[in-house]
């Protein structure tokens, strides 16, 4: 069955960086995108981007361009998402979750990680 | 970019009552690529329907979605205790993709 097992939380300082993984099991990775979607506490879903694990595509939301890098590792099936300059107002679960084949990022999504908080505080 | 706006904020009904959940796009470039999800606290959120109308795999069918151009609609017919939870519209026809601020359906 599809699974995707994030790490554990973090806690960062206001301007370091955090690097989360999204281990992908149970169907073939590089026939998918992984999309990162994160929840402030207390808030709705904000869409961040999306990363084709087939060649490496990625879509950033303008917001986050030159602050976020989405990266694959097909050997380990994980992908991973790296913000930078973090914010204390970038505290939030950030999730990681898949689609259906072939929609280059713009789909539903089925499948999702359990979430991990980001907390950033001084 | 596409802003979904869900009302009302929340809706307090008792178990057997039929629920209205509305989602209405700033722009129709979303087409029927509406997606509605349920989170429960402490989860990850539940695709339920996508397509605008097709559930997915295990949604029971009191839940059923309507709509497009800009107007969509959830719809659960009689709920049970599990449907109170939050539930959020999705547009995926238009980058970047966006959620609606979801409904909460309280327990009344």
């Known amino acids: 069955q599809v699974q995707m097992v994030q790490s554990g939380g973090e806690v960062k300082k206001p301007g370091a960086s955090v690097k989360v993984s999204c281990k992908a099991s149970?169907?073939?990775?590089?026939?998918?995108?992984i999309t990162w979607v994160r929840q402030a506490p207390g808030q709705g879903l904000e869409w961040m981007g999306w990363i084709s694990a087939y060649n490496g595509e990625t879509k950033y939301v303008e917001k986050f361009q030159g602050r976020v890098t989405m990266t694959t590792d097909t050997s380990t099936t994980t992908a991973y998402m790296e913000l930078r300059s973090l914010r204390t107002d970038d505290t939030a679960v950030y999730y990681c979750?898949?689609?259906?084949?072939?929609?280059?990022?713009?789909?539903?999504?089925?499948?999702w990680g359990q979430g991990i908080l980001v907390t950033v505080s001084s | 970019e596409i802003v979904l706006t869900q009302s009302p904020g929340t809706l307090s009904l008792s178990p057997g009552e039929r629920a209205t959940l509305s989602c209405r796009a700033s722009?129709?470039?979303?087409?029927?690529?509406v997606a509605w999800y349920q989170q429960k606290p402490g989860q990850a959120p539940r695709v339920l329907i996508y397509?605008?109308?097709t559930r997915a795999t295990g949604t029971p069918d009191r839940f059923s979605g309507s709509g497009s151009g800009t107007d969509f609609t959830l719809t659960i017919s009689r709920l049970e205790p599990e449907d109170f939870a939050v539930y959020y519209c999705?547009?995926?026809?238009?980058?970047?993709?966006?959620f609606g601020g979801g409904t909460r359906v309280e327990i009344k």
């Open positions: 397509g605008a109308s």
């Open positions: 149970g169907y073939t990775f590089t026939s998918y995108g």
């Open positions: 999705q547009q995926y026809g238009s980058s970047p993709l966006t």
């Open positions: 722009q129709s470039g979303s087409s029927s690529y």
């Open positions: 979750a898949r689609g259906p084949p072939g929609s280059g990022g713009n789909s539903p999504l089925f499948y």
